[in-house]
């Protein structure tokens, strides 16, 4: 007996619904590692084991020392050049950024088919609104490699619906009347918009377009706040924005290749190393340039961006942190508060509600008529963030979502519609 299922490939975290029985009915959320329901959207060649792992799993063998390429935030990869060019996985092998996404939805499928004793091969993908902003080329670009990786490991009918329409479809099956929800899906890599007009009434339509009365999106969202936090607090640590003996900054592409995970190993070339090494002289403060070779040599990347990003979650709902740096110099420690992340993510905060605001524009429809603001995406953890939103549209009611789990929700809705 062949089943479908609905698949949420985020940038940071996945997740995978099925039908509750063979017969159809309820959709439900597949464990898809362990008793979790949620996936971070990481693989990781171990290359001293010679094997694959995926999410917490994957991050604690990278976290444990272990050789090997980590790959995260792949979903950003789809539609830009990267996509097609190869990685070296630390073993001296390589392989196309499009086949790691294959090999991760893979997993999930297999996680799904194992959950649902039968084979899988119908599907609904989820996807953003715009892979890639202000280029229709390779946001079609984008959509057809995800779809290739799908069918490459053995999905053959495949339908996509816009990630933020289907948390709207989860927002709307608790309603009892009709509504004009703008909901805001901000996850790791973009933050979608759609206004979608709701309501009890509407849900058994399988055809939904005309309730859709905009959606927009900015490839603006987790990640870029965390690629903020490493360079305005981490990386001065090792000389970002420090000035050279004649008063010329320090040259920076190092340090925006170290706060972008997937730029991070193209550092530890034997070549750019080299240079970097060669650099020396031009540090007014030497330990500057002592701390990055170091990261450099021991590839202590990722280890920095992830203290970013904990920085981040640390003090998401207000209050101060501590970033531990002691693998790169004993007793480094740097404090780190709400403030210092609302002042570092200004500008991504003002691009995400101007986003926002652009959405509901296009519909025609005054910020006053919209009824309530659903909030789902891992980055609606950010107090100021939601409350900036709230405040361009005030006389709208919040509602938190699940902050993960949503999107997978609504989009097995929508494909137990399809294919139920």
């Not at 949620?38 to 994957?58: I, K, S, W, Y």
């Not at 070296?88 to 196309?96: T, Y």
Request: net charge negative; proline share 4%; glycine share 10%.
């Amino acid at each position: 007996m062949t089943t479908f299922c609905a698949i949420d490939f985020g940038t940071s975290n996945s997740a995978v619904a099925l039908p509750v029985s063979p017969a159809g009915g309820a959709m439900r959320l597949a464990p898809v590692e362990g008793e979790h329901t949620t996936l971070p959207t990481t693989v990781f060649f171990n290359a001293d084991e010679h094997t694959r792992e995926f999410g917490r799993a994957a991050l604690a063998s990278y976290i444990d020392g272990f050789d090997g390429r980590l790959m995260r935030s792949m979903k950003s990869i789809l539609g830009s050049p990267l996509a097609t060019s190869t990685t070296d996985l630390g073993d001296g092998s390589a392989i196309r950024y499009t086949e790691i996404i294959a090999i991760f939805i893979e997993h999930l499928k297999r996680s799904a088919e194992a959950c649902a004793g039968a084979p899988i091969t119908r599907a609904v993908l989820g996807r953003p609104v715009f892979f890639v902003d202000d280029d229709a080329r390779a946001d079609r670009l984008a959509e057809e490699q995800l779809e290739a990786a799908a069918r490459a490991v053995g999905f053959r009918d495949i339908q996509f619906q816009y990630e933020p329409i289907a948390a709207a479809f989860d927002y709307e099956s608790r309603l009892t009347q009709e509504g004009l929800v703008l909901v805001a899906d901000i996850g790791g890599g973009t933050s979608d918009f759609s206004l979608v007009r709701v309501g009890p009434q509407r849900m058994q339509r399988l055809e939904r377009k005309d309730d859709v009365l905009a959606h927009h999106g900015v490839h603006v969202a987790g990640t870029d706040f965390d690629r903020r936090v490493e360079l305005s607090t981490i990386l001065p640590e090792l000389g970002y924005q420090t000035l050279d003996p004649e008063g010329r900054e320090i040259p920076n592409r190092v340090y925006f290749d170290l706060a972008t995970w997937h730029l991070i190993n193209t550092i530890y070339t034997p070549k750019r190393t080299a240079e970097l090494k060669l650099m020396r002289h031009l540090y007014g403060d030497v330990r500057h340039h002592d701390r990055l070779m170091r990261v450099i040599e021991q590839r202590l990347g990722h280890a920095l961006a992830a203290r970013g990003e904990e920085a981040k979650i640390g003090v998401s709902a207000g209050g101060e942190t501590m970033i531990d740096l002691d693998a790169v110099e004993a007793d480094l420690r740097l404090a780190f508060c709400d403030a210092q992340l609302i002042e570092a993510g200004r500008e991504e905060t003002r691009r995400i509600v101007q986003a926002a605001r652009d959405t509901v524009q296009a519909a025609g429809v005054a910020p006053a008529e919209v009824g309530a603001l659903y909030f789902t995406g891992g980055s609606t953890g950010l107090l100021f963030l939601t409350e900036a939103l709230s405040e361009a549209f005030s006389q709208a009611q919040p509602v938190f979502g699940d902050r993960l789990a949503s999107v997978a929700t609504g989009l097995g809705i929508h494909a137990q519609r399809l294919f139920g």
